[in-house]
């Protein structure tokens, strides 16, 4: 009951929490982020690019990814990364993958799925129109994307990428299947050992929504701001 | 690859003395299916009950509505299931709490309630934009006609509403069935949950975790060709979904 | 599996792992040679094995076994510089973790049994327990028997989990069994009357208790859910060179008296974050064992 509502092991825990946890929850965070950007970039276009087997692959790939629950993906790549790089790169055994490359590859595989997704709706949302006047322009397609449809597709999806950004912050917390000590994992860890359950929940539960309002705060400010005038 | 590969352990007996191995994955699979309609359910309940609220002239109910949404959107779905089941028990006196513990599958009704009501933010916000996306010009009419609020919504805005956010509320209930995976954080023993006791119990990761994955992929087939056979019978004549 | 191969070479873009000329020698220590670091496998709250002290550092008497395996790893190779990672793990990750070679050695508190043999390898026995239950004084209960109907938690992936599962069949318990992450979670089970038991190796469930918020509280069972086994450090299975190495280390470590040394500050003195004395003299098993350290599955050949 509050009565008992332990302050101290919130301070006590406070370097470890934000130090360790939450430096490692916001880097993975980036780096998924920007990996499944770059890596769901690919498949997003490998999906438009009108070559059959390509866009099926990508589609294949997206739809897979999509029916899965993360928590299992994140069992299977960390039990599976390291044959992964024993069967690339030929060495006789598999390769050591440490927790934290491990969760990264794991985010980027799964985010650049949904990532793709929200691109690919981007740039749909261009209408034909624009294209075929980029053409009749004299611009080639590389030139077209470049200038024509890629600025607009971007301000139509950047909110939605950003607010897809949000929701892969608090998917990390799921890497506490596998006790790795990111925000939540460190928050449990002091938890268990103290035994002070209701103090650390809690206190996670407020961090990771303050963390998530004042994001999604940003977003909605950041869409009223750039949103294209039709 | 240096790894022993089994597959005939899903015909071997499993430990927990229930038939084989395969038959712990399904058993995993029955409580997935059902932890899901049971969050489907309340989803979409508290779903539309909020959803409606955010549409509606009074500011009350319009912040109500706000406040819920961004509650339940704004953090993790594991730390909200860890909220419902090891925070608020403590909290509530101590008689209240002990029954709360000690109730039988007190992780299932958990799981349930949580990615419920976890959902139900994202159920309500798809019904706002759906409603929104209605010409004003249906709710006028309604009005025109003597309908009260209650019925114009109950026989005008919601039946298409609903029928026009069937495409992302499929895609809501396929997230449903994912997220109950969560619960296994807090001892629920689903799908997911069963594919790891049985790679511990018998030592086969990969051929657990490819039986979990392909009963996944067949739960989302069958849901995606149910739904859409759904949409094309509820289909609404003249709007694009309706061809 | 096309998109497979395009996984793949998605992630040799992203982590260039060179791995070139490691094609004639093979096992653990051609790899720590290369790379000029070790992974050790360590647990949250395997008390006083392995766990975190109050700096979130593992520590425990199996890390200080594997810290001296260490050393006669260096020595062995002739390295100046031999780098340890470490890499949390827990009793349902251990294994998988240790076949794909993420960890090389797992400092824990790993039942050393004849099935995990098919998977791993152990070095010389550095405990021995039986798997017990731990319950409230005020719950009641007299016997394995009681359990019946009842919820009991036991850690995900041990040996005890297993134990009581097959229990649970043949005695026709009907307990209904939740699987914890890790010990400390698994106990927090028991002293929120979530679960009415614990079923966990004995010094483990004594370790709990005794950092408990009101030891008095709780009892250990007297009876055992199995005869006092073995614990090892686990290594990967097929590996000669490797496990030769280690055992030399081990068996040196135990003969020479410094591993009752370690084992008197780990379990009859002051330990860290609380400064608890598990006050758990060496047992005369445990201590033939280590005048003539072995790595037997077998609970019989500890008599």
């Given amino acids: 009951m509050l ?23 916001l880097t993975l965070t980036a780096l998924a982020a920007l990996g499944g950007l770059i890596f769901g970039t690919a498949i997003a276009l490998m999906r438009l690019s009108g070559y059959k087997t390509l ?60 990532f793709s997704e929200i691109m690919r709706a981007g740039i749909q949302s261009i209408s034909r129109g624009q294209p075929a006047a980029a053409s009749a322009l004299g611009l080639s397609y590389a030139q077209t994307m470049r200038y024509v449809v890629l600025p607009q597709a971007f301000r139509n999806m950047l909110p939605v990428l950003l607010t897809q950004t949000i929701v892969l912050f608090q998917d990390t917390s799921l890497v506490y299947v596998l006790s790795i000590p990111d925000f939540l994992g460190a928050a449990s860890k002091v938890a268990q050992r103290d035994g002070r359950l209701v103090e650390m929940y809690l206190f996670a539960a407020v961090v990771y929504f303050t963390i998530s309002c004042i994001a999604s705060f940003g977003v909605r400010r950041l869409q009223s701001r750039i949103a294209i005038i039709r | 690859m240096n790894y022993h590969w089994n597959w005939g352990i899903f015909f071997e007996p499993n430990p927990m003395g229930t038939g084989t191995y395969l038959d712990m994955l399904l058993s995993g699979l029955v409580l997935t299916i059902k932890t899901a309609l049971l969050a489907w359910v309340i989803a979409l309940i508290f779903g539309s009950i909020v959803g409606v609220m955010r549409t509606l002239p009074s500011r009350g109910a319009y912040w109500f509505g706000f406040c819920w949404v961004e509650f339940f959107r704004n953090m993790p779905l594991l730390v ?25 599958n007190a992780p299932f009704w958990t799981a349930a309630i949580g990615v419920g009501l976890f959902m139900s933010a994202r159920v309500a916000v798809q019904l706002q934009a759906g409603i929104s996306s209605l010409p004003r010009g249906q709710k006028m009419a309604a009005t025109a ?26 895609s809501e209930f396929l997230n449903t069935i994912k997220n109950t995976a969560v619960a296994i954080t807090i001892g629920l023993i689903e799908l997911t949950g069963q594919a790891r006791s049985m790679q511990e119990f018998s030592f086969q990761v990969f051929e657990a975790f490819t039986a979990a994955t392909i009963l996944y992929l067949l739960v989302n087939a069958v849901v995606v060709t149910a739904m859409r056979f759904l949409e094309r019978y509820v289909a609404i004549p003249g709007y694009i979904t309706g061809k | 599996m096309k998109h497979f191969r395009y996984i793949g070479l998605a992630l040799a873009a992203t982590f260039a792992v060179s791995q070139a000329g490691a094609q004639e020698l093979t096992g653990t220590l051609k790899n720590i040679k290369d790379t000029g670091a070790i992974t050790l496998g360590f647990r949250d709250s395997s008390i006083p094995f392995s766990y975190l002290d109050d700096n979130q550092k593992p520590v425990g008497f199996a890390m200080d076994i594997c810290y001296k395996i260490v050393d006669a790893v260096k020595k062995e190779l002739k390295l100046d510089k031999l780098e340890v990672k470490l890499n949390p793990v827990t009793s349902a990750t251990r294994i998988p973790l240790m076949a794909n070679g993420t960890i090389d050695l797992e400092c824990g508190s790993t039942t050393n049994n004849a099935e995990r043999q098919k998977q791993v390898s152990f070095t010389n026995t550095h405990f021995l327990t039986a798997s017990r239950y731990v319950f409230k004084k005020s719950s009641g209960i007299k016997s394995i028997d009681d359990l019946k109907g009842k919820t009991v938690v036991s850690t995900a992936g041990t040996t005890n989990i297993k134990q009581l599962t097959e229990a649970n069949v043949a005695k026709g318990l009907g307990a209904n069994i939740i699987p914890a992450k890790d010990h400390a979670e698994a106990f927090l089970m028991v002293e929120t009357d979530r679960a009415v038991a614990f079923v966990m190796d004995d010094i483990l469930l004594a370790s709990l ?69 598990l006050n758990t003299p060496i047992s005369s098993e445990l201590k033939n064992e280590f005048a003539k350290p072995t790595d037997s599955p077998n609970p019989d050949d500890y008599k």
């Fill in chain 2, 145 to 170: 006609l003597g309908l009260t609020t209650v019925q114009g919504y109950r026989y005008v805005l919601l039946p298409m509403a609903f029928r026009i956010i069937l495409p992302p509320l499929t």
């Fill in chain 2, 80 to 104: 909200q299931l860890f909220l419902w089941f090891f925070v608020l028990p403590e909290l509530l006196p101590k008689a209240a709490g002990l029954w709360l513990k000690q109730l039988p």
């Fill in chain 1, 55 to 114: 866009g099926r692959i990508a589609g294949l790939y997206v739809d897979f990814m999509r029916s899965l629950p993360l928590v299992l993906v994140i069992f299977w790549f960390y039990f599976l990364v390291p044959y992964i790089g024993q069967w690339l790169t030929g060495a006789s055994r598999p390769i050591s993958v440490g927790a934290f490359a491990s969760s990264l590859i794991t985010f980027i595989m799964f985010e650049a799925a949904y």
């Fill in chain 3, 209 to 277: 208790v005794a950092g408990s918020k009101s030891p008095d509280d709780y009892a250990i069972s007297k009876d055992a859910f199995s005869k006092p086994e073995p614990y090892g450090i686990m290594l990967r299975k097929d590996d000669a060179p490797f496990k030769k190495v280690v055992d030399a280390a081990t068996a040196a470590l135990y003969t020479s008296g410094e591993g009752e040394k370690i084992y008197a500050k780990w379990f009859t003195a002051k330990i860290p974050p609380k400064g608890l004395n």
């Fill in chain 1, 3 to 25: 009565g008992s509502f332990d302050f101290d092991v919130i301070r006590r825990s406070l370097p470890y929490l934000f130090y360790e946890g939450m430096t490692f929850t």
